[in-house]
């Protein structure tokens, strides 16, 4: 039985695509050019390039653009796991609202902590005016101490006196590492109080709510559902509510928008990304809450 719960030992699963980054964990090659196959047997060659900082596009963050911006932050969702670069939420929602220039910074396996690491490494560089946190109900348990994304070993986040600690990925030593102590541990894991880990997630929250406040950009919150709705789904995006309503911060909850659609519609087929409906459904969505919070992006008074 022991056997089942081995120390983590973070191993690269992809170092074809991914490279390891010190200051956000990881994310694509500068300049990537190349195509793979998701999910695994899919016939399908999907190409997948990079930009300079090493994120899907072909467009680098610095480019001139005289359009006002807006940032997508997310997971295997928003980096578009499965479909084409063009079928994106970000490309869809910059052709339904051309005046905005839409960037994307969505990386597979991030959970929050990272999402807002890359936001204070690279993201604030663009001077967006609209940052959009796209939270997948599972990025919650990736704060866990010994997750590791794609297999990379990722800095982490503590709390310390109430505050967000940056900490080296442990090391696994002495009894630590015995088979009884590992199964105990990853036992524990599955808890929903240390699971999901709300008080880390929180203080993520709060510090992207004062990168707002000190760069200058309107944040956004979304909650991005898989393809049930349990009741930890329903405490997650609760939670997220919660929150946002205290900020007044915009919330879009997009589990009645994709599921209302079937689910079989808007996934991959025996997969748990979306296929190209439900990013087109997910862009359509938040297009009306920028478009009604902050305008079209045509003219600079449009802005709330």
């Known amino acids: 039985m022991l056997h089942k719960y081995p120390p983590p030992e973070p191993h690269p699963r992809r170092p074809d695509l991914y490279v390891q ?19 695994p047997g899919n016939p399908v060659a999907i190409p997948v390039i990079a930009n300079s900082d090493g994120y899907r596009g072909q ?15 997310g997971d295997s969702f928003i ?11 970000t490309e869809v929602l910059e052709s339904l609202m051309p ?36 939270v997948y109900t599972d990025d919650f348990r990736r704060v866990h101490p010994y997750y590791s994304g794609t297999g990379f070993r990722q800095p982490r986040f503590q709390l310390q006196q109430d505050r967000l600690v940056s900490v080296a990925y442990p090391e ?50 979304v909650f991005i ?33 994709i599921h209302d659609a079937g689910v079989e ?10 296929n190209a409906t439900g990013h087109r459904i997910a862009a359509e969505n938040l297009q009306e809450l920028v478009m009604s919070t902050f305008g079209d992006g045509c003219h600079a008074s449009d802005a709330g």
């Open 225 to 257: 559902p898989g393809r049930g709705d349990n009741r930890f789904d329903r405490q997650r995006r609760a939670f997220l509510a919660d929150w946002a309503s205290g900020y007044s911060i915009p919330y879009l909850d997009l589990t009645g928008p």
């Open 172 to 221: 696994i030593q002495g009894w630590r590492r015995l088979r009884i102590y590992q199964a105990v541990y990853q036992k524990l894991s599955t808890n929903k109080h240390f699971r999901d880990r709300f008080d880390i997630n929180s203080a993520l929250l709060e510090r992207f709510y004062r990168l707002s406040r000190e760069y200058e950009f309107d944040p956004v919150v």
């Open 59 to 73: 467009r680098d963050f610095d480019a001139v653009d005289t359009r006002r911006r807006i940032l997508v932050l």
């Open 99 to 134: 005046c905005w220039r839409v960037d994307n910074m969505g990386m597979t396996g991030w959970g929050i902590d990272l999402m807002v690491r890359a936001l204070e490494q690279t993201g604030v560089k663009t001077e967006p005016d609209i940052v959009v946190l796209a």
């Open 79 to 89: 980096f578009g796991s499965g479909v084409f670069a063009e079928e994106r939420i």
């Open 21 to 39: 980054d010190d200051a956000v964990g990881y994310h694509l090659h500068p300049q990537l050019n190349t195509t793979y196959h998701y999910p």
């Open 265 to 274: 519609n808007t996934y991959i087929t025996g997969n748990w990304h979306w």
